[in-house]
């Protein structure tokens, strides 16, 4: 017989809980990359726009606000899980009593796990600023008069997808020193 089952009852204390509950939150940020991606299209395809169109430079800008405010939202959703991830551990710390003993260095270990997951979510920011600086310098090459505002909307564009960046970080923070 290839497999046992092996029925066994371990009684899980709190750093057990919370190592797990660390790869669940890093698991959690991996969901703000796309958000950093979005933005990072928004903005390129601004810059991109306004170099094709220069007249319509307000309602370009307008629609990318919007664009940018809602794909944002999206982020927020991924922190938002995060915390239910620390709620529901403490709801379930409540409930089951439970210990083992377990080294530091196996909580250590799982904390690291989970920012590791957690570090994926600034690869989005990573590929939506290259988006950018990309879209940047085709519209300059379509339009080198507009050099200036066309590095300013590049320069807005990543600044607000850079700041998903820090959300993954600050996760990353929380799971290793929280």
């Known amino acids: 017989m290839f497999f046992k089952i092996i029925t066994i009852s371990i009684l899980v204390d709190k750093g057990f809980i919370t190592a797990f ?7 959690a940020t991996i969901s ?7 933005i990072g299209v928004i903005f390129g395809s601004l810059v991109m726009a306004y170099a094709k169109n220069p007249a319509e430079q307000n309602q ?11 794909t944002e939202a ?3 959703f991924g922190l ?12 379930f710390f409540k409930i089951i009593t439970i210990s083992i003993l377990v080294d530091k260095g196996f909580i250590t270990a799982f904390k690291a796990i989970g920012a590791g997951c957690a570090t994926i979510s600034i690869s989005g920011s990573a590929i939506g600023i290259g988006v950018i600086f990309g879209s940047l310098v085709m519209a300059y ?12 909307y590049a ?18 923070l ?4 929280g």
């Open 21 to 27: 509950k660390a790869i669940g939150a890093g698991c």
């Open 32 to 38: 703000i990359s796309g958000s950093a991606i979005g």
């Open 60 to 70: 370009l800008f307008n629609y990318a606000i919007i664009g940018f405010a809602l």
């Open 74 to 76: 999206i982020a927020l």
């Open 80 to 91: 938002m899980i995060v915390s239910i991830i620390n709620f529901i551990y403490l709801m």
């Open 141 to 152: 090459a379509k339009n080198p008069a507009e050099q200036n505002q066309l590095f300013n």
């Open 155 to 172: 320069i807005i564009g990543f600044a607000l997808t850079e700041a998903i960046a820090l959300f993954g970080l600050m996760i990353v």
């Open 174 to 177: 929380l799971i290793l020193f």
